[in-house]
């Protein structure tokens, strides 16, 4: 499914006001797993409190155990410190990486902002050989804006 079918999906998804923020992040995450084939683990992680951590707050996809990330560890914990988009080709010629599944071969991690400041960030991981292009990193952008409404 491409992009541009997906965001009229997500807004619709963010804008029921019925489900709670975490059920509606959930539902998100299901559906870019469903929908895009190179998206093999979708999760959104938040900074935890007052804390130099990131916490996980809902996925899908394998089993993780990496549900609290310091700042600077991985790329998530980077992305926490940069405030910048991450593309990662091949995770393994990364050397701060975070294995959470041997069959992960590219990441992709896009911060999301609330009023200027980073509290949070999409994560996904594919199986697949550097699948990332721009459109992926324009489309994640757009899902974090919105997600940044119902914060």
């Known amino acids: 499914m491409l992009f541009e079918d997906l965001r009229p999906q997500v ?3 963010l ?3 019925d489900e709670s923020v975490t059920d509606r992040l959930y539902m998100i995450c299901k559906l870019l797993k469903d929908n895009i084939d190179h998206y093999d683990w979708v999760g959104f992680y938040f900074k935890n409190e007052d804390k130099e951590e990131l916490k996980l707050r809902t996925y899908v996809g394998e ?7 310091p700042f600077g ?3 998530c914990g980077q992305v926490a410190i940069s405030n910048k988009n991450f593309v990662v080709p091949d995770v393994q010629a990364q050397s701060n990486y975070i ?3 041997l069959t992960v071969k590219s990441e992709i991690v896009i911060p999301l902002f609330k009023n200027g400041e980073n509290i949070g960030q999409i994560d996904i991981d594919s199986e697949s050989s ?3 292009t721009e459109k992926d990193e324009r489309f994640l952008e757009f899902v974090n804006q919105e997600v940044a409404k119902i914060l």
Do not use: L, Q, R, V
């Not at 089993?63 to 990330?69: F, G, N, R, W």
């Open 63 to 69: 089993k993780t155990d990496h549900d609290i990330i």
């Open 15 to 17: 804008e029921n006001n």
């Open 130 to 132: 550097d699948p990332f």
């Open 73 to 75: 560890k991985g790329i």
């Open 11 to 13: 807004t619709h998804i």
């Open 99 to 101: 294995a959470c599944s």
